[in-house]
């Protein structure tokens, strides 16, 4: 067996290539600098660097026994059943809950909050790249309450980013890292979704439960396939929460379509620096091999040796049956929301009532979509999409400010504009980016100042000799609101 190990940033690619039937095989393993390492405590934290600008929350007072509506200033919608709240024995809550609610949509949100917004895939580190991320609590007589197992709270949270490309995603607070809970789709795509100003009837289904059943009719089920060892392919080690339909099976290996254009054989003995896959609209996989200016894409299809395929094929029949009980499921629709739906027909259709008029506005003025969320827990919750971190060039950075005093960060945060994402580094003696980008960089100095090098400045920077000093605006007002922080950093 030949095997090859090439760099990729922190991380290592190794790619091995058997002598009888063909398998490359390709593992990511993450190799954090010290530096980063020592800060692994504080990245499971929600930790706002500036307490006095963090996002604020908006209250709402609702009653327990009843079903409510609530509408927040983006256009999102808050809908939470009757008798939804138990307390921390598991017994109902009744009277009056407070619920605290409060949403962050791009990079200087993100910042304020101090939410982590990375994720740790098979040891490797990704960022976010976010369409909208909520934060939701309840509380009794200051007492945290919690959601009845048998409900789910649901928000449509109005949303810039159109894509499909996100995740839904619920923070870990003890573990300090993020789950993956299913995959998210946007709904209400453009003006043209806008409703015009009527009393419909409630539909026969809750738009929510159609949601899910449409959404589970467009994730088909992945039917195992015997693999063919006349052909090349691929053991990746990879992360499969971007792929919901792969995650459920083990040992699986993608194999290079038969007469599959821009393959060649000869790939095994070069050395990439990077490898990506995504699905076409064929239904099958696009894979990316890179190095530098050199790509090449082709399509594979996930298959099974003889030893794993009954093992897969036996997980597909159980998801089958599993995937048929929750159908039944869904068609039960909760009696709480769709009581809801029904009572609030009128005022949820009437667009001369004020909030929901706003709602519409904000939807026709941004373009927005919705993108739903059930809520099985209080805590924080996103639609996200795993990056990787900036490439193109990277250089030994110094930074200083306006007299040329030196500055030290204990991170840096980075942004493309145009991309709803906030790379943080630990590590900012090294600076990755894309200089194809509008890229922003800021941190807080050791006096707890902000400090910005705007997109301008940062495309004027000279590098020399593998180096650049780095001039930063130390902002020396206060800085007290989220908006603060936003006219600073030009969001």
């Not at 789950?179 to 003006?191: N, P």
């Not at 015997?226 to 090349?232: D, E, F, G, R, S």
Request: proline share 4%; hydrophobic share 40%; with cysteine.
């Amino acid at each position: 067996m030949k095997i090859t190990t090439i760099s990729k940033l922190n991380a290592r690619i190794a790619i091995s290539i058997a002598a009888a039937g063909a398998i490359i095989s390709i593992a990511f393993v993450r190799s954090a600098p010290k530096e980063e390492q020592a800060a692994l405590t504080e990245k499971k934290k929600v930790a706002p660097p500036m307490k006095e600008a963090d996002v604020a929350y908006t209250h709402y007072s609702v009653s327990a026994a009843e079903s409510s509506k609530l509408d927040y200033s983006t256009g999102s919608v808050i809908s939470i059943p009757a008798n939804a709240f138990v307390d921390k024995q598991g017994k109902p809550v009744e009277g009056k809950v407070d619920i605290q609610y409060r949403e962050f949509h791009d990079p200087a949100d993100f910042f304020v909050s101090g939410i982590p917004m990375t994720y740790d895939s098979a040891g490797t580190e990704y960022h976010f790249e976010s369409a909208g991320m909520l934060e939701i609590l309840a509380y009794q007589d200051g007492k945290p309450v919690f959601i009845n197992p048998d409900k789910k709270i649901v928000v449509e949270m109005a949303s810039q980013q159109q894509d499909d490309k996100y995740n839904i995603y619920r923070f870990d607070s003890l573990a300090g890292n993020w789950k993956f809970v299913y995959k998210d789709r946007a709904s209400g795509k453009t003006t043209a979704d806008v409703p015009v100003a009527s009393a419909a009837p409630v539909p026969a289904k809750m738009p929510v439960t159609a949601a899910l059943m449409e959404q589970e009719k467009q994730e088909e089920l992945l039917k195992p396939a015997l693999a063919n060892n006349a052909n090349y392919q691929f053991d990746l080690a990879l992360d499969l929460n971007e792929f919901p339909e792969l995650s459920v099976y083990k040992n699986m290996k993608f194999e290079v379509k038969e007469g599959a254009s821009d393959f060649n054989k000869g790939y095994a003995s070069v050395t990439w620096s990077d490898v990506s896959l995504k699905k076409s609209n064929t239904g099958s996989y696009l894979m990316t091999l890179s190095y530098a200016t050199d790509s090449h894409t082709f399509e594979v299809n996930p298959v099974f040796d003889k030893a794993a395929y009954a093992a897969a094929f036996s997980t597909y029949t159980s998801m089958l049956e599993e995937r048929r009980k929750q159908e039944l499921l869904l068609k039960k629709q909760d009696d709480s929301l769709y009581a809801a739906a029904q009572s609030d027909r009128l005022n949820r259709n009437d667009l001369a009532s004020g909030s929901r008029a706003k709602m519409m506005a904000l939807f026709q003025k941004e373009e927005l979509v919705s993108r739903t969320f059930m809520i099985s827990g209080f805590g924080i919750w996103n639609s996200d999409c795993p990056a990787s971190l900036p490439k193109g060039e990277q250089f030994a950075a110094t930074y200083v400010d306006s007299t040329g005093k030196k500055l030290r960060f204990h991170a840096l945060y980075l942004v493309e504009k145009g991309r709803n994402a906030m790379f943080k580094m630990y590590s900012a003696e090294r600076l990755y980016f894309n200089p194809a980008k509008r890229n922003i960089i800021w941190a807080l100095t050791e006096e707890n100042k902000l400090a910005v090098c705007l997109e301008d400045d940062f495309k004027a920077l000279k590098e020399k000799h593998d180096s650049c000093t780095v001039q930063m605006q130390v902002i020396g007002q206060a800085i007290k609101t989220t908006e603060d922080v936003k006219k600073i950093l030009n969001f």
